[in-house]
């Protein structure tokens, strides 16, 4: 990745002091943007703060918020009334935004003060969907969140000046955290001469081959299963990595949907999050019982589902970009105190890759054995 300093900044005295007390809501024209809605036909949104110190005003971070998927309409019938579903039920503003997004300058040092989106997640098709018209085959929903995550970079090109930028980080967590890799060389492209990175938490999937044990449960989520991925796909009408896409057989592009396979296509420079037995998709996805976990059938799973995880991951310890794998079974809750490996936590390991330093941080201890895990 090419080398740049960032701006070291002063931290606040109280992390009340470096964020905002209000940031609003955004809602898309749907004049201007009419494909980029929800999956009830409201207009998608972001949440916007411009950056708090002018040293860092052309530095930018957009975060993809989470909220999992659907894929059945049993599962699409209880996130339509909700912010999961439709932007009837945005907050109007948020005291403050989520994780890489935050102005709380204790938890997110140094990105706290640069501009700051959140792309609010209401498309249930972890941001990849490009269906905007209802029809009988979606249940008479949209899947657009490929199209929302578009419009709102052309938005922010049109109204607050992103094309100045000289960072652009991107990131997201869990839903947005898979989003990321679907969107990072696109926006990129869209903005070509910044500096961008992507910066995934929890995103770093491969198919699902599930536990089938004594005490497995069932898919609580969607069916990650290599048989189920090209169903989502046509559901959702994906957009995904386009260098990807072009690379595979048509019958195989779904594979593109999972960074484990799409890591070799993605371009852009990219530091990954991930937890060595990430406890949403063990118990939501891989059929994992959580209470237990710790019984010796399901730890042997778990040791070899985190010597997947370790070995996919291999391509980016050995490579410019970052990773922060720690032994835990954890989804998205990494902060900037904890968990730590070699005494340095995912958000220090960042702004050292950041800035231009090898950043390679893998657990060898076993399965869900570091001590620090939150």
């Known amino acids: 990745m090419a080398v740049f300093a960032l701006v070291l900044v002063t931290f606040c005295a109280f992390a009340t002091s470096c964020q905002a007390d209000s940031v609003p809501l955004t809602l898309l024209s749907q004049t201007t943007y009419p494909t980029a809605v929800c999956m009830d036909g409201t207009p998608g949104g972001y949440y916007y703060s411009p950056a708090t110190n002018t040293s860092v005003g052309n530095n930018w971070v957009i975060f ?6 659907c894929a059945s309409k049993r599962l699409c019938d209880t996130r339509i009334n909700t912010t999961l579903g439709s932007s009837k039920y945005f907050s109007k503003s948020k005291g ?8 709380n300058c204790d938890q997110n040092p140094e990105i706290c003060q640069w ?5 609010a997640y209401c498309s249930q098709d972890l941001h990849s969907g490009t269906r905007s018209e209802p029809s009988s085959r979606s249940w ?6 490929a199209l929302i995550v578009e419009s709102i970079v052309k938005d922010l090109q049109a109204k607050a000046n992103l094309n100045a930028a000289t960072t652009i980080m991107v990131g997201g967590a869990s839903a947005g955290g898979l989003g990321v890799w679907y969107h990072l060389d696109r926006i990129a492209q869209a903005v070509p001469s910044a500096h961008v990175v992507g910066t995934p938490i929890a995103g770093f999937y491969f198919p699902a081959y599930p536990y089938m044990g004594i005490n497995h449960t069932s898919s609580g989520l969607a069916d990650f299963r290599p048989a189920a991925w090209p169903d989502h796909v046509d559901l959702w009408q ?5 260098s990807c896409v072009q690379a595979t057989p048509a019958s195989d592009q779904w594979q593109c949907m999972l960074a484990n396979y799409s890591y070799d296509y993605i371009t852009t420079p990219i530091f990954i999050t991930e937890a060595q037995t990430d406890q949403v998709v063990l118990t939501a996805h891989d059929w994992v019982p959580g209470n237990y976990v710790h019984q010796a059938p399901e730890q042997a799973y778990l040791a070899q589902w985190s010597h997947n995880m370790t ?3 291999q391509r980016a310890m050995g490579s410019s970009n970052g990773v922060f794998n720690a032994a835990c ?9 904890k968990p730590l490996i070699q005494g340095t936590s995912y958000h220090q390991a960042l702004l050292q890759w950041m800035a231009g330093k ?12 570091n001590p620090s895990c939150p």
């Open 329 to 337: 079974f954890i989804h998205t809750t990494f902060y900037n105190d």
């Open 311 to 313: 070995a996919g991951l």
């Open 358 to 369: 090898p950043a390679h941080y893998m657990d060898s201890c076993g399965v869900m054995c």
């Open 96 to 103: 403050d935004l989520g994780q890489l997004a935050s102005g």
């Open 238 to 242: 994906s957009k995904m990595d386009d």
């Open 64 to 69: 993809l918020d989470g909220g999992g998927e």
């Open 140 to 145: 008479n929903y949209r899947f657009a969140g």
């Open 115 to 119: 501009n700051r989106v959140e792309v």
